[in-house]
């Protein structure tokens, strides 16, 4: 079945460092990829996505490219500030499976000023 | 409503108590998902709908789990004698149509069995 991996947090940075967060699937069918976040205290929002292969998806300042042939979609972003700090959850559809999203674990990230 | 919602935000069951979660749906929205997140995990899927059908449900853990859409719109996720092991956030998402892949999701509703 589908499967979604991700790094495991806690990730702790300074204000301004550079964000990565690795994220590699495993599909049997042509998915979409998304990167949700879920802020303290607040519901899971989508941040971006990406529906084929070498779609580049962005929002924030954050960005992640879907590559098919490394299975991956790895999100960064180049600046990050404390607003940033949050669980950030890599995920898949698969529309022959009705779209329900398969999700990595999470990483919980925090921005230290 | 301006987003899906769902009520109640937290409830504590003692063991073997039944339990009913409520999710209302953007309007118009066509398909309908809840997922089942346990403490420090990713959501895992549990059912959907589209309008009133539930067209998979592979994901719900026992037959103790029931979910029902009797009109296309609201839903209700039922747990029948409920075990330590259910506590978790359960959440509801809807979707505009059935080709979309975009879901948005409702603000959960966190359970505790004692």
């Known amino acids: 079945g589908d499967s979604v991996t991700q790094m495991e947090g806690p990730v702790t940075l300074s204000e301004e460092a550079f964000l990565t967060i690795n994220c590699t699937y495993t599909?049997?069918?042509?998915?979409?990829l998304f990167w949700y976040v879920q802020y303290p205290g607040e519901g899971l929002q989508l941040l971006l996505k990406a529906t084929k292969a070498d779609d580049k998806g962005s929002n924030k300042g954050f960005e992640a490219t879907y590559r098919k042939e490394t299975t991956s979609f790895h999100l960064e972003k180049g600046s990050v500030q404390v607003s940033d700090s949050a669980v950030y959850f890599c995920?898949?559809?698969?529309?022959?499976?009705?779209?329900?999203?398969?999700f990595g674990g999470g990483t919980r990230v925090l921005v230290k000023p | 409503g301006a987003g899906v919602s769902q009520s109640p935000r937290y409830k504590v069951a003692k063991r073997g108590q039944d339990v009913a979660l409520r999710c209302d749906p953007i309007s118009g929205h066509v398909s309908l998902f809840w997922y089942q997140q346990a403490l420090g995990q990713g959501p895992e899927f549990l059912t959907y709908?589209?309008?009133?059908?539930?067209?998979?449900k592979s994901g719900l853990p026992s037959d103790r789990f029931f979910a029902e859409r009797p009109e296309g719109s609201v839903s209700t996720l039922k747990i029948q004698r409920t075990q330590q092991e259910d506590s978790a956030v359960y959440l509801c998402?809807?979707?505009?149509?059935?080709?979309?892949?975009?879901?948005?999701f409702g603000p959960g509703t966190r359970l505790t069995v004692l």
């Open positions: 709908f589209q309008n009133e059908a539930q067209l998979d």
């Open positions: 599909a049997t069918g042509y998915p979409s």
């Open positions: 998402a809807s979707i505009q149509f059935s080709g979309a892949n975009e879901q948005f």
């Open positions: 995920a898949l559809s698969d529309q022959a499976a009705g779209n329900k999203l398969t």
